[in-house]
């Protein structure tokens, strides 16, 4: 009796999943029809030369939907979570559309890419989120250290170099500002990838069990807090994330473990243990890519110019060249400063400011710095990637 209960249960739920797989099914047609529309959408911004993004339209498309949604049972963070996944997806695909007309050089179906560690790094994760728009195949060049990605870009070696250059948590990579200094290569774009730190083992295990943790110097500072919780725990440094994944899925021991994401875990056949180690709850590292040719940012999409500048050891030299930013009306995103190596005292400048390096204001601005620096270099122009979501006004998410 009990059994035959067993099976008929076991039925509904076989007929059930059915029905989710095809509803599933479904859901992503629709996906793909809406983003074939959103194409279409583009042809005419280009025609009609409008930006990509209109916030209004997708602050009034989500408190349409919301209102909607309630009314067929669904919360309003379900939706609004959805839907802004989606319009984030429409205006990125819009952007890299926009980016391959502007440019029609850099749309070759297979690019190589050259980036720190291999499989399973963060930044072979974010190499392949970059390329999922641009590219059909990536060919993949791991390396041991961000001098290594600059020779082989320089070199003509690989197309591209994906570095990563600031993180949420530990901060600015002060050694990727350093060889910006000396290189020719131009930013060509930039992706800001979610870092997930979870630790990771290859065998089941527990966490008393674990007396050894392998793991990339950056990780390790950014999951402190975590790290200064376990007791008698050896540190082992790697060159990189997937070297330490690598590691641990070799030993096959319970008593080790791998601070990496469960993403790139699941490439070396590990799991995650704890989740969530970060200090910080939302961790994101920011990484540029660099190339040999510069790239034309189209007029539809915001733009971001990185340069650099050295002012000599004059007072008030930094506010004079930021003072001009202000007079153009151009906003900085971010400063940061470096040692010159050889010259005692003296820094040189990054300025991330958000403007295409076209556009009037910013070339005057270009002008006026020149004549008040020592050198200024533009290191490149590039969509900005990081696409803030419409916000949706509180009543519109408050249950009534
Ligand atoms: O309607 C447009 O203009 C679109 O580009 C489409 C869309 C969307 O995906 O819904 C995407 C970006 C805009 O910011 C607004 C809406």
């Given at each position: ?5 067993i ?16 509803l ?17 959408v ?7 030369v409008r930006p ?8 009034e498309?989500?408190?349409r939907?919301i209102k909607?949604?309630?009314e ?6 379900y939706?609004t979570s ?17 980016q ?23 930044s ?9 728009r641009?590219?059909?195949?990536i ?11 600059m ?13 990563p ?9 002060n050694?990727?500002y350093?060889?910006l ?7 060509v774009?930039?992706?800001t ?10 065998v ?9 943790i ?12 975590f790290?200064d ?11 990189s994330?997937?070297?330490?994944m690598?590691k641990?899925?070799e030993?096959?021991q ?24 970060a ?11 660099v ?5 034309e ?20 030299a ?9 007079e153009?009306?151009i906003n900085?995103?971010?400063?940061e400063?470096?040692?010159i190596?050889g010259?005692p005292?003296e820094?040189?400048?990054?300025i ?9 204001a910013?070339?005057?601005a ?17 969509p900005?990637?990081?696409i803030?979501?419409?916000s949706?006004p ?7």
């Amino acid at each position: 009796m009990e059994e035959g209960n067993i099976v008929s249960n076991q039925l509904d739920l076989n007929d059930i999943r059915k029905e989710i797989t095809a509803l599933d099914q479904s859901l992503l047609t629709l996906f793909a029809k809406r983003r074939a529309l959103t194409l279409e959408v583009a042809k005419s911004k280009v025609e009609n030369v409008r930006p990509v993004r209109d916030l209004q339209r997708e602050q009034e498309l989500l408190i349409r939907l919301i209102k909607q949604g309630k009314e067929l049972g669904l919360d309003a963070h379900y939706v609004t979570s959805v839907f802004q996944t989606i319009i984030e997806d429409s205006v990125l695909n819009q952007q890299a559309y926009l980016q391959t007309l502007t440019n029609p050089n850099i749309q070759v179906p297979r690019v190589s890419v050259a980036f720190l560690g291999d499989k399973g790094s963060y930044s072979y994760l974010a190499s392949h989120r970059y390329f999922s728009r641009r590219a059909e195949e990536i060919i993949e060049q791991g390396c041991q250290n961000f001098a290594d990605i600059m020779q082989l870009v320089e070199a003509g070696h690989v197309d591209y170099g994906m570095l990563p250059i600031e993180n949420t948590s530990s901060g600015s990579i002060n050694e990727v500002y350093d060889l910006l200094q000396h290189t020719n290569l131009s930013i060509v774009g930039e992706i800001t990838q979610p870092i997930e730190h979870c630790l990771l083992t290859a065998v089941n295990t527990s966490l008393d069990k674990i007396d050894t943790i392998y793991a990339h110097g950056q990780p390790f500072t950014q999951c402190s807090n975590f790290l200064d919780k376990q007791a008698n725990i050896r540190i082992e440094y790697c060159d990189s994330t997937a070297d330490a994944m690598a590691k641990v899925y070799e030993l096959q021991q319970e008593n080790v473990a791998v601070i990496g994401s469960e993403e790139g875990g699941k490439l070396y056949q590990l799991h995650a243990l704890e989740k969530s180690i970060a200090n910080q709850d939302e961790n994101h590292s920011r990484f540029i890519l660099v190339a040999r040719k510069p790239v034309e940012v189209a007029q539809q999409i915001p733009a971001k110019t990185t340069f650099i500048f050295a002012t000599g050891q004059k007072p008030g030299a930094l506010v004079e060249c930021l003072l001009v930013l202000k007079e153009k009306g151009i906003n900085m995103c971010k400063l940061e400063s470096r040692p010159i190596q050889g010259r005692p005292w003296e820094e040189m400048f990054y300025i991330d400011v958000e403007a295409n390096v076209k556009h009037l204001a910013m070339q005057e601005a270009i002008t006026l710095l020149t004549e008040s620096t020592n050198f200024i270099k533009v290191l490149g122009c590039y969509p900005v990637e990081h696409i803030s979501p419409a916000s949706v006004p509180s009543s519109a998410i408050a249950t009534e």
